[in-house]
């Protein structure tokens, strides 16, 4: 079993900064590319942010420029650190992963919970 856990979501104004955090545990064997996603209501989940685990990093352009993404590949963990906030910003982010798991070595990818990220004033 393989779970991603999400924190560091919240209530922000417009300009302001959070930073999300998602950990990786269970059997892992190893962790590929790392990544974040938002839904807003009604809309689909799209892309944010990527990161491989050589750290070559990949943005929505919605994001370029505020958003930057990081990993720490000893502790399985990505960041998300969002500056700049907008009201469009708006969302339920999603950690993703793709892990190939200790027991079985398959690959698969994985999503976490989802942490709400509300930007208004």
């Known amino acids: 079993q393989v779970q991603l856990v999400e924190s560091g979501g919240g209530l922000v104004q417009p300009g302001g900064s959070l930073k999300l955090s998602c950990a990786a545990s269970?059997?892992?064997?190893?962790?590929?590319?790392m990544g974040w996603y938002r839904q807003c209501p009604g809309k689909q989940r799209e892309l944010v942010a990527t990161?491989?685990?050589?750290?070559?990093?990949n943005y929505a352009d919605s994001v370029k420029g505020r958003f930057t993404i990081s990993r720490d590949n000893a502790k399985n963990t990505v960041f998300l650190q969002m500056n700049s906030l907008k009201p469009e910003d708006t969302a339920v982010y999603y950690c993703?992963?793709?892990?190939?798991?200790?027991?079985?070595?398959?690959?698969?990818?994985?999503w976490g919970q989802g942490t709400q990220v509300t930007v208004s004033s």
């Open positions: 269970g059997n892992i064997f190893t962790v590929y590319t």
């Open positions: 993703q992963s793709n892990i190939e798991d200790e027991v079985l070595r398959t690959f698969t990818d994985y």
């Open positions: 990161i491989t685990k050589r750290g070559s990093t």
